[in-house]
Antibody, heavy 123, light 112 residues
Framework: EVQLVESGGGLVKPGGSLRLSCAAS????????MNWVRQAPGKGLEWVSS????????YYADSVKGRFTISRDNAKNSLYLQMNSLRAEDTAVYYC????????????????WGRGTLVTVSS | QSVLTQPPSVSGAPGQRVTISCTGSSSNIGAGYDVHWYQQLPGTAPKLLIY???NRPSGVPDRFSGSKSGTSASLAITGLQAEDEADYYCQSYDSSLSGPWVFGGGTKLTVL
């Protein structure tokens, strides 16, 4: 079955760190660019970060730049998000999302999503 | 404030046709960048509904259609069904500081 499964979420204090993981299965993970998209409680979707298939190209939203680091291990079919200096406004469900194979850089869309993992930043 | 503007809510009776708008600017939709649409059923992850303005992934009913004109895009749903009740999001590329990939604020569709 083609799927993405996130893990690693939880409760963390402001200023703390957390590492999210996303396990991919059912497709050739190493052929796809991958992303993290988040959704604050009761709010809309926000793109967070993107990494190309070979990790050559990495992008971040301004809201997380300098605090979050995206990475991947193609041998383990896994995507990661290291989150440091967490703030209350980082509280959200974090989704792992695959880039559609027919989309280029400007036309990028997300054709496969995981169920998400909840990150709560609170003292 | 989202770069792509959607109405907070729309509603329609079963069998009716509804449209959801997504209004952008010259730095995104108006610049010719593609618009994509996602459906998020209550308590679930988003699902790709329309890509490249008007293309449906395999498995998406033809009741769902997308279009784009100028600085706006629209999602149309015909033959409305109870299971269509969900949040809908548009997404595109933005060349301003808001980008690169941006979502609309989302529209809650209620089936009356």
């Amino acid at each position: 079955e083609v799927q993405l499964v996130e893990s690693g979420g939880g409760l963390v204090k402001p200023g703390g760190s957390l590492r999210l993981s996303c396990a991919a299965s059912g497709f050739t993970f190493s052929s796809y660019s991958m992303n993290w998209v988040r959704q604050a409680p009761g709010k809309g979707l926000e793109w967070v970060s993107s990494i190309s298939s070979s990790s050559s190209y990495i992008y971040y939203a301004d809201s997380v730049k300098g605090r979050f680091t995206i990475s991947r291990d193609n041998a383990k079919n896994s995507l990661y998000l290291q989150m440091n200096s967490l703030r209350a406004e980082d509280t959200a469900v974090y989704y792992c999302a695959r880039v559609g194979s027919s989309s280029g850089y400007y036309g990028r869309y997300f054709d496969l999503w995981g169920r998400g993992t909840l990150v709560t930043v609170s003292s | 404030q989202s770069v792509l503007t959607q109405p907070p809510s729309v509603s329609g009776a079963p069998g009716q046709r509804v449209t959801i708008s997504c209004t952008g600017s010259s730095s995104n939709i108006g610049a010719g960048y593609d618009v994509h649409w996602y459906q998020q059923l209550p308590g679930t992850a988003p699902k790709l509904l329309i890509y490249g303005n008007s293309n449906r992934p395999s498995g998406v009913p033809d009741r769902f259609s997308g279009s784009k004109s100028g600085t706006s895009a629209s999602l149309a749903i015909t033959g409305l069904q109870a299971e269509d009740e969900a949040d809908y999001y548009c997404q595109s590329y933005d060349s301003s500081l808001s980008g690169p990939w941006v979502f609309g604020g989302g529209t809650k569709l209620t089936v009356l």
